[in-house]
């Protein structure tokens, strides 16, 4: 580790990357997570009860069977309290690329927590997965996230017209122009400290 990174956020030891678990705790977490505006995004269908949260978490949890997961996710942990999420979806192994999404509970924000976790992210997928190149997409007019790219090391490669579909908070789909970044496996390391990773 180069001692001169910073680590805007004080995010260590504190904060760590962990799998997802279906317990209570997470479960609790993720449903409070869910209740800020503009995490609609975040799921396919809303999080509205404790259900719905054990669902979304159960999804990401791969089977012990499945040697080459299309995915890779990760609670960002602080203090022992799930406050955040990275991922990698959509692994595709002929081309060694994957999506990278996140988000981080209202309470934990500013931090640096998102911008740490994925960087500890991709250079996981990197090194431990043989990913080659991580792409993101943000609204337009979501500037923070970003920011959040920027940070982890991620380039902005242009705006893909109407690219995304997303529900509003009111629940009505809109279609998003959409920022793409990528980082590619051999570009520099941002000069951030990325969050440890947790096995259990
Ligand atoms: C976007 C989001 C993930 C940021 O999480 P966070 O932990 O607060 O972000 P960080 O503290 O790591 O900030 C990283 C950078 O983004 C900037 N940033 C974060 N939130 C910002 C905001 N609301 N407005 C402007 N800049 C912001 C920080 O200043 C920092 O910039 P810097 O590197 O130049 O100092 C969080 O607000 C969130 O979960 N939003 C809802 C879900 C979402 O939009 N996910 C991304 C979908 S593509």
Redesign the pocket.
Known sequence: MNGKRKD??GTRPRAVLRPWTTDRADVQAVLRAFA?P??A??SRSAIASLDDAHAWIAALVPEPSDNLPRSVAFAIDLDGTAV?HVMVSAIERRHLTGWV????ASS?????????GTAALARYCFAERGLFRLE????VN????G??A??AGFTREGVERQKLRYQDDGGTWQRFDTARWARLATDPSPGIVPLEIRHP
């Open positions: 805007p956020a800020a503009g995490m995004g975040q955040g999404s996140y988000w981080v934990a924000r500013g931090r640096g927590l998102a911008a740490a993101l997409g943000h609204r979501n500037p923070a996230s920011r959040v920027a940070a």
